[in-house]
């Protein structure tokens, strides 16, 4: 299965030129100055410009070319966005190829329910779905997660993005499942 999005930044951008990207701006939100996270963090709230130019300073620093199209760069926002909030206010990395979304939602406890609204979601549905996720992993320090995955659920690409929603319900059920055979083998 497909684990990242093909939404184009630049002409010629390849999926794995976007692999690189989210592993380039994944790596650089932990060196950014605190004031910066913040303002990333709160970017949805506050609908700052002065944030766009960080998603963008962020992009360029990766080898892209910040799309004009704001429909191409909303996913390139909303990654920065979910990055900033896990990397939270010490500056942890947020992602980590490894660590699949679905296990790290089964991990916190994030209900059965929450995981079929997350899954079901579209277009500002899914954002806000994604926004609480993201939120609640950042509450309960499940950090680093796979950042590629999330990527592929919010881009443009609706075959990407349903293997993402397959992906997290499989991670998320393959975790739940070893979580009961470990309780169950210790009565």
């Known amino acids: 299965m497909a684990s990242e999005a093909a939404v184009p930044a630049a002409p010629g951008a390849t999926p794995e030129r976007n692999k690189g990207a989210i592993d380039s701006i994944a790596g650089q939100i932990a060196f950014l100055s605190t ?10 709230l506050t609908e700052s410009h002065q944030a766009d130019g960080v998603v963008i300073r962020l992009m360029h620093r990766a080898g892209l070319t910040a799309p004009s199209d704001p429909r191409d760069f909303a996913p390139w926002r909303l990654l920065v966005h979910c990055a900033a909030l896990l990397s939270g206010t ?3 990395y947020p992602h980590a190829t490894g660590r699949p979304l679905g296990a790290a939602f089964q991990e916190i406890g994030l209900s059965e329910n929450r995981l079929m609204r997350l899954t079901s979601a579209r277009g500002k549905g899914l954002e806000a779905q994604i926004i609480r996720a993201v939120r609640m992993l950042a509450q ?5 997660v796979n950042l590629r995955t ?7 690409d609706p075959d990407k993005a349903e293997d993402a929603r ?8 393959a975790a739940e499942a070893r979580s009961e055979e470990g309780t169950s083998s210790d009565d």
């Not at 309960?140 to 680093?144: D, F």
């Not at 999330?150 to 443009?156: M, S, V, Y």
């Not at 397959?166 to 059920?173: G, N, P, T």
């Open 35 to 44: 004031g910066d996270r913040a303002l990333l963090r709160r970017m949805y």
């Open 150 to 156: 999330l990527f592929a659920l919010i881009g443009h």
């Open 90 to 92: 010490a500056g942890l």
């Open 140 to 144: 309960k320090g499940q950090v680093p």
């Open 166 to 173: 397959i992906r997290i319900a499989k991670d998320y059920y």
